[in-house]
């Protein structure tokens, strides 16, 4: 099975001739700069561009069966059609890419945490790698948790042939041990980040208050985490000058997507590209976002019911994109494009640049996002929402040009910041994920606009997870 062979260290294919991205023994890990080489190498799980982990359009593709997100009818985009159209094949490549680079980060940490004792040097320098390590872990397995279900618990570095019939877990097992990492990781890291793209302890608390809401929903449905949920969120509000987090004034600084204006306060955690080694750019940003008519691939772009029922003001104005100037002058409306769908602007790279590849941060989480789950959390914990929940969601309200909030019911509250999420985080990857712990994916996928694409069938539960890779259920039975 691939997971198994993930974890043998002379397997091709996984492990690359850079030392950061090697598995390395006890004996290389005896200094704090190999501890700190095999934490790069972890990392690069989660950013290698096109192999696997995030920096392409894949995880776009996996969170497609919301209702923010589609692809084209047509051309070679038939595995982000089965995402969009609850058919995915356990042949889709791109739901491997997801799998492999998640597990390739899970090793990495992996080998840090089994050996980091062994490692001589400054205490707190140790803690702190030790600390991320923990942090990629729990993160890895998150994602791989939501999108699969039940899946290998591997918490080994190396190989042995046990592993080449390793069962699935069940998700709970999963979320303990992501609940473990993250408050290890919480423990371990300092209040501020060592470089940009490093997790700190406030990053830990967002990722903790943001499981614990994911568990008060499908398929746990554990609201004794629903109270947790809140008291992490409000945590890292309450301490957000001493981690250094803020909303950013406006959405065109947001989403400015200028290199060198990131370290954002609103970035609680982001994977970092760098456009000059090819493993490391990121093709997100650009022509995977842009439409044919301006040399673009058109992997993703807006559903049009989600964006006709998007409130006008600034944030719509920034997140969306329906002119398109030609090379030859011509400026064509959404409507007369190819596609018929306007783009989300988010993804243009700064000035317009025309261009595949950048070295624009990957933001996995904003500030923003643990707003809206002390709004959601705390009030679904009292039975209304207090001043604090309002003041919470109407931070974000008054960015995006709309007015407060005020004299709704609990349960006006809840549905009013869960649309709020939909609009704020807007093809970020949140939709798609929100609709499955609210078991809402049917409703949000009913009476699609004529010119997106339909599901193909029903949707049941079933379609609220993908299958495992073909690569791993071949190789190991035990996992079908």
Known sequence: MAAGLLINPGCSGFLDEDLQGQ????????SVEGLDAALTGAYKGLGWTWSMGFFHSTPMGATMG????????????????????????????RTGQMYTG????????????????????PEDRINEIVGEAYFLRAFSYYWLVRLYDGIPLIITPTFSEDLLSIGRTESSVIYDLIISDFEQAELRLPNSKRDPGRPNKGSAAAFLADVYLTMGGWPLHDTSKIPLAAQKAKEVIDNRATYGFDLVPTYEVLWANDPSGFNMPEEIFSLYAYDGVGQTMNAHFGFASMP???????????????????????????????????????????QDLQTRHPYYNKYYQAGDQK???????????????????????????????STEAYASINLI???????????????????????????????????????????RVEEANANKHPWDLQPIGGISKEDYTFPLPLTETLNNPNLQ
Not at 23 to 30: D, K, N, Q, T
Not at 293 to 313: K, R, T, V, Y
Request: charged share 25%.
């Open 397 to 439: 309200r008054n960015r995006a040009g709309l007015p407060e909030l005020e004299g709704l019911s609990g349960e006006e509250f809840i549905e009013a910041v869960i649309d709020e999420r939909a609009w704020e985080f807007a093809a970020e990857r949140t939709r798609w994920f929100d609709l499955v712990r609210l078991e």
């Open 23 to 30: 598995l390395v023994g006890v004996g290389a890990l005896s």
């Open 292 to 334: 044919g008519e301006q040399s673009g691939w058109e992997d993703f772009f807006a559903e049009i019911n989600f964006f006709n029922n998007f409130p006008e003001g600034p944030r719509k104005d920034m997140t969306f994109r329906t002119e398109f100037e030609l090379e030859d002058g011509r400026v064509l409306q959404w």
């Open 355 to 385: 261009r595949w590849f950048s070295s624009i941060p990957l933001i996995m989480m904003r500030y923003a996002h643990v707003l809206t789950i002390y709004a959601e959390a705390s009030t679904r914990e009292l039975g209304s929402p």
């Open 102 to 121: 998640c597990y390739k980060a899970i090793q990495g940490a992996n080998n840090i945490i089994e050996n980091w004792e062994n490692t001589s040097g």
């Open 66 to 93: 919301g209702d923010d997100i589609t692809t084209h009818p047509a051309s070679n985009k038939q595995e982000f059609r089965e995402f969009d159209q609850f058919a995915v094949s356990p042949g889709n490549s």
